[in-house]
């Protein structure tokens, strides 16, 4: 039986420490919005960009954005947004060399003031140092003994919280009440449906819990060729709309997914697979010259959906920037799949996928058909510090996924379109 690491446990009780450090966040706040930022744009990845973006679009706060992308357009969309006189910047990372996370604050300490900026990491980090020595506005210490995908109720969650005005105690209050018993019988559940699969649907307003739950799902369980494929669902959704109710619900599925990692004997704690797809992106770039190379072969969208088995999922993930557009036609995209194959259609925009469900494509059970979109860039956006461009840095990752992919022996197609409105290429038949 697999011993999950006794470092890693600390999410238990980041209701109690977060209702503590609230007073501090909330004076934080106020000192910004005195100091005229009355816009936030967290840079973050994962754990440390889903949480926020939850809380924002549940309780309707306009005036806080999530950047987690490399993709050009996805960058000039958030620094138009984001008045460089005006806005707070949340670089958030645990480990403090998330290199997304970096390639973000490269680009916009370059518009803005360092007391224009604030750090959620580990203590000790390069982010904190750095921090630290440009006179950041603060520095806030992620928990070190809570991974990224549990930290919602810790500063990770909670700081954006506040920074929008929102109900931090009563959410907190209602996520020491969580029921834990009910929770794990959740996730035993789910560890026991044959099908493998965990559909996700929430009611609005909190319809982008399904996002956070997704990351914690695939990321917990996929590994050691086990897991539970969880697909976000755009059918009825029962259960609660109360954005109250955010703090219980995050503490609800963190129970119940480190009881599905029992049931299925992982460490719900690590992530072992992540590591590949970024070792394989930086040798893209360190290649003569710093350009990334051209993707491998893989199959064809007709051959990767004739291999399609009953039990199998489709993963369709595209490194584009997420726009209404973009939703509409990869909405679109998953519904001819299904019901070309009789899959379940995930869908995913990279990079932002390969910190949610990345672990789980190649760490968990060889069920998956991924579908990899790329695009030319329209423009590009240099990183001097990184010796590379956005559209280099995307284009790397999106590369290095697919090797790491095809490296699992995982069935790929991959569909790189030159004219991005026509998308007839990635038809299943």
Known sequence: MTTPDPNRWGWRDAPARSLAEWPRLVAFAAEARAAGLDQVLVCGMGGSSLAPRVLADSFGAGKLRVLDSTDPGAVRAAERWADPSRTLFVIASKSGTTVESLAALHHFSRRASPDHFA????????????????????????????????????????????????????????????????????????????????????????????????????????????????????????????????????????????????????????QPDVEAAKVLARAELARPGGAPGDAPRTLTPRELASTARPGDYVAVLAYLPQTPEHDARLAALRRLWRGATGCAVTTGYGPR???????????????????VITADPDGDIPIPEMNTTFAQLEHAQAVGDIRALLARERRVAHVHLRNPEDWSALAPA
């Open 353 to 371: 996928y390969l910190h949610s469900t990345g672990q789980l494509h190649k760490g968990g059970p060889d069920t998956g058909r991924f579908l």
């Open 119 to 270: 750090a959620v990491t580990d203590p000790g980090t390069p982010l904190e140092q750095r921090a630290r020595a440009e006179g950041w506005r603060d520095v806030f210490a992620h928990p070190a003994d809570v991974g990224g995908r549990y930290a919602a109720l810790t500063v990770v969650g909670m700081l954006p919280l506040a920074l929008i005005g929102g109900p931090g105690p009563a959410l907190l209050d209602r996520a020491r009440a969580v029921d834990q018993s009910e929770a794990r019988e959740l996730g035993a559940r789910a560890a026991g449906d044959p099908t493998g699969i965990l559909r996700l649907a929430f009611p609005r307003p909190i319809q982008s819990l399904a996002l956070w739950v997704e990351q914690l799902v695939a990321e917990s369980t996929g590994k050691s060729g086990r897991g539970i494929v969880p697909v976000v669902d755009d059918g009825p959704a029962p259960g609660t709309a109360d954005p109250l109710d955010l703090g219980r619900e995050f503490l609800r599925w963190e129970h119940a997914a480190v009881e599905m990692c029992r049931q299925l004997d992982v460490d719900p704690f690590d």
